[in-house]
């Protein structure tokens, strides 16, 4: 039987900052999302208290819940997030224009939820919102949205691994 020997002071201290400074990327992509989460969750509850949850600001704040849900992996969560933001501004004065990121957001959860026909729909309307407001930023946004969701349908059809997974 052979023993292995423990790792000698170099290796052990190589092998403690490769793993800490792995942990610390995580960590430094993780928690400031998470800190962001409930910041924007406490500053929607009092904006949507104050003004209403349809209120512009509200729903901006939302759509950002959305994006820090999405920087942690909650998919489902962020892609909920969007779509609220996205059904609530139809119509409400002042955040018509804001509607097309919220559709190019919903868009890009569901190309990584692997609802890639859904994702097409969103990233679509977002892009026609986008060119109707004049909003440039937002159809460009929604035509890489589109793109990445015909790779990944594209990749799904020749039998390729999911986005999703």
């Known amino acids: 039987m052979v023993r ?27 928690s400031p999302n998470r800190q962001a989460y409930k910041e924007y969750e406490a500053a929607y509850d009092s904006c949507a208290g104050l003004l209403g949850d349809r209120h512009p600001q509200s729903l ?3 759509n950002s819940m959305g994006t820090a849900l999405s920087g942690c992996g ?15 501004a139809q119509g409400v004065e002042g955040a018509e224009g804001d509607r097309g990121a919220y ?4 868009g890009m959860a ?17 892009y026609m919102l986008g060119k109707e407001l004049r ?14 969701a015909k790779r ?7 039998g390729g691994e999911s986005v999703a997974s």
């Open 4 to 30: 292995k020997l423990p790792p000698g002071p170099a290796e052990k201290h190589r092998g403690k900052r490769r793993r800490s400074s792995f942990t610390q990327a995580w960590v430094n992509i993780v």
């Open 135 to 148: 909003r440039e930023e937002v159809a460009a946004e929604a035509k890489e949205c589109v793109r990445a």
């Open 152 to 158: 990944a349908e594209k990749k799904e059809k020749q």
């Open 103 to 106: 559709l190019v957001n919903l």
């Open 110 to 126: 569901r190309v990584r939820q692997g609802r890639l026909r859904e994702a097409l729909e969103s990233c679509t309307r977002g």
């Open 74 to 88: 909650h998919r489902d969560a962020a892609a909920d997030c969007f779509e609220r933001a996205a059904a609530a």
């Open 60 to 62: 901006v704040l939302l």
